[in-house]
């Protein structure tokens, strides 16, 4: 029985335009879940990982196989059909899970023959066991897994090339801020796999840089805390020799302890979600965790830059407290916390998420013709009506706070930190190009999508 497990290309991604570059092996990251996907399937399939972002093949020039399976963010929906519409086409049976599936259920349902919702652990052996007798059910669901003892996901079968390895250690996130799915899909319960498993599985993997996909590495409560601190402990142990990247909460910074293991395991840098410099702006998202203890940000950063561990800011652009100017004004916030890079992104109503109904309730999204639109759901799109901002000054805000934070003189003011605080000046050097480069672009493609869009933001009536 053979087995395509794809992972759809978005063009209007970035890293497809650049793909000439050489650093591009930086900015392609490899679709864990295909590889999760792949180790729960039995040996009687042969397995192959098709992933677009890395070049799309003549699907007509190989063997047909017994099934497919496709991932897909909502950025990656229409995509996906396309490929599903192909198979379909040949007679191949087309199975589509992932968090658009889950949240955008009927919608995949009408451009498959099969849909899986929630997460895959607990259901997709049953669904391979159906294809294989020829009666795939039209719905499964997988609903929340239980992690505490899964197989390791399949490191060897994709190509190489890719920068990053990808691991996953902890699901779920009590948090549950109003634009993210993480919660909806999830679940708010902190559910962690095993330590000695994870391990093993860190030991599977070639590259000697990997991406810790978890939301939340370290968790908000005293015992994830003391977990990741034993996990940390069992990576030194262990000798991995691995430099890894991870998403965490600011209370990273809290517990000096935490640091020092997290850089003797190999952890080089964190990506934290600050989202808004104001504390109505966190407010609003229900970010409230961010402005608890009044929490000093530069004091934060600067304790976990003391551990060589460089921190990649996140911001959103777009909420209702945002009035002309708040562009440069997350960029001055993002440089005086001392963040290393800085990762703006517009305020975007995911389907699923408690944003997505409140813009929806108040007739706020604009590019709502679906699924064709969900290619511009990549955050990097203004697709809704935002309260003090129009179309084209959001978008100058955008581009306003790009140009501040990644002006050469401030590029090279960080890099010189980067190197002063031996923290790793080649990444950052790398990333802040990347940024720099990947602004420019955005400047092009705004410029762009508004010329193609005004019609349409002119037609929404005004809030
Ligand atoms: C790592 C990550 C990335 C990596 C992607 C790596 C990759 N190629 O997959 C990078 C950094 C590139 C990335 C980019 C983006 N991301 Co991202 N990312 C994540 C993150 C943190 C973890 C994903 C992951 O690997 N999980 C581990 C795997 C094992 O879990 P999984 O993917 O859910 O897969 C399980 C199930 O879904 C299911 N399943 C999945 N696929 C399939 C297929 C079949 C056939 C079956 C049966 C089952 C199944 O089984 C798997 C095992 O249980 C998630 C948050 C999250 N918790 O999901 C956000 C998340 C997926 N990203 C999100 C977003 C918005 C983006 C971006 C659009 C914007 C951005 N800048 O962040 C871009 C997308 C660019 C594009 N290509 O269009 C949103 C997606 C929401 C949505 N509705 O689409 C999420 C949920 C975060 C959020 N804030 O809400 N991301
Ligand atoms: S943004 Fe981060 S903290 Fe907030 S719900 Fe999502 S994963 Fe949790």
Not at 13 to 37: D, F, T
Not at 121 to 143: S, T
Not at 183 to 207: C, K, W
Request: hydrophobic fraction near 40%; aromatic fraction near 10%; charge should be positive.
């Amino acid at each position: 029985m053979r087995l395509y497990l794809i992972n759809p290309s978005n063009s209007l991604v970035n890293i497809l335009r650049i793909r000439e570059s050489r650093w591009n092996r930086y900015r392609v990251w490899k679709p864990l879940n295909l590889m999760v996907l792949a180790g729960l399937t039995p040996p009687e399939w042969e397995i192959s990982i098709i992933d677009e972002n890395f070049g799309v093949p003549d699907y007509s020039s190989m063997p047909l196989p017994d099934l497919v399976g496709i991932t897909a963010f909502t950025s990656q929906a229409n995509r996906a059909y396309e490929v599903a519409a192909h198979f379909r086409r040949l007679c191949v049976p087309v199975v589509m899970g992932g968090i658009h599936a889950t949240m955008c259920m009927d919608e995949v349902m009408e451009r498959t023959d099969s849909v899986v919702t929630g997460e895959g652990e607990g259901i997709w052996p049953q669904v391979l066991e159906d294809a294989r007798h020829g009666c795939l059910k039209r719905r499964y669901d997988g609903g929340l897994a239980e992690i505490s003892n899964i197989p390791a996901a399949r490191h060897d079968l994709l190509a190489t090339g890719y920068a990053f390895g990808a691991i996953q250690t902890t699901r779920g996130c009590p948090l549950n801020c109003s634009f993210c799915s993480v919660t909806a899909f999830n679940g708010p319960h902190y559910r962690m796999r095993s330590i000695g498993d994870v391990v093993r599985e860190f030991q599977l993997i070639r590259e000697k840089r990997v991406l810790v996909v978890d939301d939340n590495l370290v968790g908000t409560r005293p015992e994830h805390i003391a977990r990741a601190k034993n996990l940390f402990r069992a990576m030194v142990k262990a000798k991995l020799k691995k430099k890894w990247f991870a998403q965490a909460t600011i209370n990273f910074a809290d517990d000096e302890e935490l640091l020092a293991l997290a850089a003797k395991a190999g952890c080089r840098g964190i990506f934290i979600g600050f989202e808004s410099p104001s504390s109505k702006g966190l407010r609003e998202l229900s970010k409230k965790f961010n402005v608890l203890k009044d929490r000093d940000f530069r004091a934060s950063v600067r304790c976990i830059q003391r551990y060589g561990i460089m921190v990649v800011g996140s911001f959103i652009i777009g909420l209702e407290v945002d009035e002309p100017g708040i562009g440069e004004r997350i960029a001055k916030a993002a440089s005086q916390y001392g963040l290393d890079n800085l990762n703006a992104l517009f305020l975007t109503p995911l389907p699923g998420t408690r944003l997505w109904d409140q813009m929806k309730a108040e007739g706020r999204i604009v590019l709502d013709t679906f699924p064709e639109d969900w290619k511009y759901y990549t955050l990097t799109y203004p697709v809704a009506r935002y309260k003090h901002l129009t179309i084209d000054s959001i978008s100058d805000e955008m581009l306003s706070c790009d140009r501040t934070f990644y002006s050469l003189p401030r590029i090279l003011r960080r890099i010189w930190g980067n190197l002063w605080g031996r923290r790793q000046p080649l990444i950052s050097l790398v990333g802040n190009l990347s940024f720099r480069k990947n602004s420019q672009l955005n400047c092009e493609t705004l410029a762009a999508f508004k010329r193609h869009m005004d019609n349409r933001y002119n037609c929404v009536k005004k809030l």
